[in-house]
């Protein structure tokens, strides 16, 4: 099994606008796609890369330039002071959950499989999806499913599961699809299946809390003139990446000079960025892609 195919590979390392002998991190590392292009265009220098989940060591790179951080990318400032690094010059986030990630069963990130619910990328913490849909109040489930899943259906999904496990532990995915299933048409199913998942599995992670305090450790790092690039995949990550590089902030409220200029640590670069008819065909996944790219201003 392919570990990871890498969406908008050779544009992602470009948009970086490499120096040789520069210093750079990749946020997300998973099958190390962007690294090892990274590592092909600098002749010096050096990569860090970011993974929490254990199973991307498999996919280390033997090259004394490369560092892997077995971490959140959130702690991005932590590791790389411990490592010397203050400044960089430049950083990629290939953002959402790995190839291998979804086609592992056993992870029980996809609806696809019958596994045990789990979605943890690091598999050592203790919240999964299990205690998700067995331990959140109704409340909690249904602020779940309306935030991060946006589905029409969170209200009475919170309601069923509750009343579901008042009579059996919800285990496995095939007892989620389950009670899936008595509220949704089978025509909805398979789109209303995606959007509960992801729900559960960016709650589990704290995905949109892990990317805002690595937007912000990520601008805090980068040299004046460096890149900030970032590839998305649901309207929440890109959002979030999109409000930052336009105002500064999460809430997208901008702060403007006397003279009209926006107040923000980073400059948005160009227009946002898909993937190809052909690289879509070629990887269906990358179909939902976005990736937009910010350079670090005088003003960070």
Known sequence: MTYHTTVLLHEGVEALSLKPNGVYVDATFGGGGHSQLILDNLKGGKLFAFDQDPDAERNSIDDQR???????????????????????????ADLGVS??????????????????????MNPVQ????????????????????????????????SRRIVQARAEKRIVTINDLLGIVEKLVTERKLKSELAKIFQAIRIEVNDEMGALKDFILAATDVLNEGARFVAIS?????????????????FKDVQDKDLYGNVNRPLDPVGKVIVPSSEEIERNPRARSAKMRIGIKNSNG
């Open 233 to 249: 995949y649901h309207s929440l990550e890109d959002r979030s990446v999109k409000h930052f590089l336009r105002s500064g902030n």
């Open 66 to 92: 490369f560092h892997l951080c077995k971490a959140n990318f959130r702690f991005l400032k932590n590791f790389l002071a411990a490592n010397g690094v203050n400044k960089i010059d430049g950083i990629l």
């Open 126 to 157: 203790e919240l999964s999806a299990q205690e998700v849909v067995n331990q959140y109040d109704e409340v909690e489930l249904k602020r779940v499913f309306k935030e991060y899943g946006e589905t029409s259906f969170g209200a009475a999904l």
């Open 99 to 120: 190839g291998y990630q979804f086609d592992e069963a056993s992870r029980g990130f996809s609806f696809r499989f019958e596994a045990e619910l789990d979605m943890r």
